[in-house]
């Protein structure tokens, strides 16, 4: 089946600080999606990118469907508590319907005061 | 409001032991969707269902079961056969387009606990 890497695994960041994170695939997705899960909660769709070269804000999120369709970006800028939580990538193939979803394995970004 | 419910939130069972995770939406939603999530791990398909009294298979199938009878219903069964059973379930809905744009709106899960 597909592979994402998401990178990275983890960050600790101080609140005020900007966050990058970023999915590379092998194989070239149709659609990316971006999802926000707090501890014990489902995940909330933060950002869905429909188009090689997407450029999409969302509030303090910006995200990026890479020109080459194997790779996703989530930018958050001046992260704030709230913020804390696991991010997680998802690219879908072209004409499936979630049964086409890869996930990747999460960014868990910890927020130090 | 429309969404997707999962009950209950926290399940304990003891091993050899068949359990059921409901999950119920209100969104007319045809798709609906099990997965499993393990600590460190993605989301990993266990089952998916595309329209009532129909339902594939996914990534995981092996030790549970499901049934689709009705549109806004999506039972999962965890069966005494699943080795490792113990992990949070979510299930998800959506509209199947066919063509991509159809993002999974997730219930908030359960937590298993086999012991």
């Known amino acids: 089946g597909q592979q994402l890497n998401q990178s990275p695994q983890s960050m600790f960041i101080q609140e005020g600080e900007d966050v990058s994170m970023n999915c590379t695939s092998s194989?070239?997705?149709?659609?990316w999606l971006w999802y926000k899960q707090d501890p014990g909660e489902g995940p909330v769709l933060l950002i869905a990118?429909?188009?090689?070269?997407e450029l999409t804000s969302n509030g303090r999120l910006t995200a990026q469907f890479g020109i080459t369709r194997k790779d996703s970006f989530l930018n958050i800028s001046a992260s704030i508590p709230s913020d804390v939580g696991i991010y997680f990538c998802a690219g879908q193939l072209s004409g499936g319907g979630a049964d086409g979803l890869t996930f990747g394995k999460g960014t868990h970004l910890i927020i130090q005061p | 409001d429309g969404g997707i419910t999962q009950s209950p939130k926290y399940l304990f069972r003891k091993e050899g032991q068949n359990v059921t995770l409901s999950c119920e939406q209100n969104?007319?939603?045809?798709?609906m969707y099990w997965y499993r999530q393990d600590p460190g791990q993605g989301l990993r398909l266990i089952y998916y269902?595309?329209?009532?009294?129909?339902?594939q298979k996914g990534d995981i199938a092996e030790g549970y079961s499901v049934s689709r009878e009705k549109k806004e219903s999506f039972p999962l069964t965890v069966t005494s056969a699943q080795k490792n059973p113990t992990a949070f379930y979510l299930c998800?809905?959506?509209?199947?387009?066919?063509?991509?744009?159809?993002?999974?709106?997730f219930g908030n899960g359960t937590r298993l606990t086999v012991t």
């Open positions: 969104l007319n939603h045809d798709a």
């Open positions: 269902s595309q329209i009532v009294n129909d339902f």
């Open positions: 990118l429909y188009k090689a070269g």
């Open positions: 194989s070239i997705f149709n659609t």
């Open positions: 998800a809905s959506s509209i199947p387009t066919g063509g991509g744009n159809s993002p999974l709106h």
